[in-house]
C-alpha cells in the first residue's frame, strides 16, 4: 500500500440501522479509517447513521461543508433493497458525477464475486469534496480501498486543478 | 447452471415489431422462458409487444403491479436506433435503478464481442419486482442469462431483506 | 487498423482553454482526425473550443445539426476539474445516452492505468448524430480510437437502422 505524498482530509461514515443503534458492532468503519490512515490520510472524523436518508446527507454536508475534508468514504446501505438509501442521499448533495469510479468498484468486485454488481453506490463531488460510497460488507471495505487506493490522490489532485492530465 | 432454492414468479418480454405482427417468429422469447425454468423460476407470464414505450410500459406495470411477479427479463429494444425503447419504457416505471446489473451484462458480452457495449439495456426495481433489459439477439439472451443466473436469486433475496449483504 | 466500408463524415472537437487560447499546441486534434481518416472516415470539420459549456454545446451543435455529420469526437474537458465541462455540455444536447460506449472506454483503460476511471465522459446521440467524449491526452486518443474504431461503424449502421441486430 503506498502512501500518498499529497495532505488529504478525510472522513469516514458507517451507514447501518443496527450500528446506529448499538446494536450490532461496527466492524467496517474502523477498517475504512485504518485504510484511509495507511494511505497516508488524516481521519478528521468518522461516524455512524442510521439507513435514514436525511441523516445520511446531513453527515455529508457536515463533512464536506463544516469539517471541509477532502474527502469521504460511506460503508452501507448501497445494496438493492428498500431501506438502502445511501446513493440517493449521496446524489441529492453532490454536484458532479464520476461514474468511473463506482463502476472500477464494480467491475473489479465482480471478478470475485458476481454478487458485487448489486452494489448501487456511487462516486461523486460536492464542490471540491469526493465522496465515495462502498458496500457495508468488511470485505467489499477492504477490497474496496484496495481498488481505490491507486486513483484517490491523483484524483484529488485533479480536482484540485493541481494536476491537468488523467488517462 | 444451478437450481434456485428460492420461490420466484417471472415474466418475459419480448420488444420487437416484427414479432408483434407475427411477422417474425419469437426466438429469444422461448429461450428466455426456457432458461428461467431451468434457474428454478416458475414462469407466470410470456407477452411479446411492439417497439411502443407505452405498450412496452404497460407490459412491464402489469406484470409487476397486477400478477405481482419477482422478476421480469425482457427481450429486444435495447439497441441505439431511433425504434429501439426498451430501456426508456423500462426507466419510466422503476424507481430505483441498479446499474451494475446493466454493467455486467456489457462488459462481460464485451469480452466476447465489442458490440455488446451498444445495448442501453439498464436493470431496477418497480417495487419488489426486478426488471432486466437484455438484447434482442438470441445469442445475447443465452449469454445473458448465464451471466444473470448466479446473480438473480441472491438479488432478489436482498431485494426482500432476507439478505443483508453483498458483495 | 480496419477501413470502415460505409460511408462516415466525421468532425473532431478539441477542448482546451490553453488550446483555444494558442498557449499549447493542439496535439490530441490532430490525432483524433488522424485515427478518423484510417479508419476510412471523412473527416468533415475539425475545431478547438474553450472549456466553456455553451460554447462546447454550440460546436456540438453546428456540427451535428448545420454539417448533419455522422460522428462527432470530442478530446478534453472529461476529467473531475471544475472546468471540466464536456460530459455536462454534451448531456445537454444529446437525447439519449449510449453509456456502454463511455463505460468500454473506461473499463479497457483501466487495465492499463487505473486513472482512466476518472474521465467522466459520455457517448450519446443528437438525432442520428454519434457523439463521444474522450480524455485529452494524446494517448488517451489513440488508446480511445482503438476500443471505439471496432464499434463506430456497426453502431453507425444500426443507428441508421440499416442493421437490426447487436451483442
Same mark, same amino acid.
Given at each position: 500500500?503506498? #502512501?500518498?505524498?499529497?495532505k488529504i482530509r478525510a472522513?469516514?461514515?458507517? #451507514?447501518?440501522?443496527?450500528?446506529?443503534?448499538?446494536?450490532?458492532?461496527?466492524?467496517?468503519?474502523?477498517?475504512?479509517?485504518? &485504510? !484511509?490512515?495507511?494511505?497516508?490520510?488524516?481521519?478528521?472524523?468518522?461516524? @455512524?447513521?442510521?439507513? /435514514?436518508?436525511?441523516? @445520511?446527507? +446531513?453527515?455529508?454536508? %457536515?463533512? &464536506?461543508?463544516?469539517?471541509? #475534508?477532502?474527502?469521504? @468514504?460511506?460503508? =452501507?446501505?448501497?445494496?438493492?433493497? !428498500?431501506?438502502?438509501? %445511501?446513493?440517493?442521499?449521496?446524489?441529492?448533495?453532490? /454536484?458532479?458525477?464520476?461514474?468511473?469510479?463506482?463502476?472500477? !468498484?464494480?467491475?473489479?468486485?465482480?471478478?470475485? %464475486?458476481?454478487? &458485487?454488481?448489486?452494489?448501487?453506490? @456511487?462516486? =461523486?463531488?460536492?464542490?471540491?469534496?469526493?465522496?465515495?460510497?462502498?458496500? =457495508? +460488507?468488511?470485505? &467489499?471495505?477492504?477490497?474496496?480501498?484496495?481498488?481505490?487506493?491507486?486513483?484517490?490522490? +491523483?484524483?484529488?489532485?485533479?480536482?484540485?486543478?493541481?494536476? !491537468?492530465? +488523467?488517462?
Open positions: 500500500m503506498k #502512501v500518498s505524498k499529497i472522513a469516514a461514515i458507517t #451507514v447501518s440501522d443496527q450500528g446506529a443503534a448499538g446494536k450490532r458492532e461496527d466492524l467496517s468503519g474502523p477498517l475504512l479509517v485504518d &485504510a !484511509l490512515t495507511k494511505m497516508g490520510a488524516e481521519v478528521a472524523g468518522q461516524k @455512524i447513521v442510521a439507513d /435514514d436518508r436525511e441523516k @445520511i446527507a +446531513h453527515a455529508l454536508i %457536515t463533512f &464536506a461543508d463544516e469539517m471541509k #475534508v477532502d474527502l469521504i @468514504i460511506t460503508t =452501507g446501505g448501497t445494496g438493492p433493497a !428498500l431501506r438502502d438509501l %445511501t446513493p440517493e442521499a449521496t446524489r441529492a448533495v453532490i /454536484d458532479r458525477e464520476i461514474d468511473g469510479i463506482a463502476e472500477a !468498484l464494480r467491475f473489479t468486485g465482480y471478478n470475485k %464475486t458476481p454478487l &458485487a454488481v448489486l452494489s448501487r453506490g @456511487i462516486a =461523486g463531488l460536492r464542490g471540491r469534496c469526493l465522496i465515495v460510497n462502498l458496500p =457495508g +460488507h468488511p470485505r &467489499a471495505v477492504c477490497e474496496g480501498m484496495e481498488i481505490l487506493i491507486p486513483i484517490l490522490p +491523483h484524483a484529488l489532485q485533479m480536482i484540485r486543478g493541481e494536476q !491537468l492530465e +488523467h488517462g
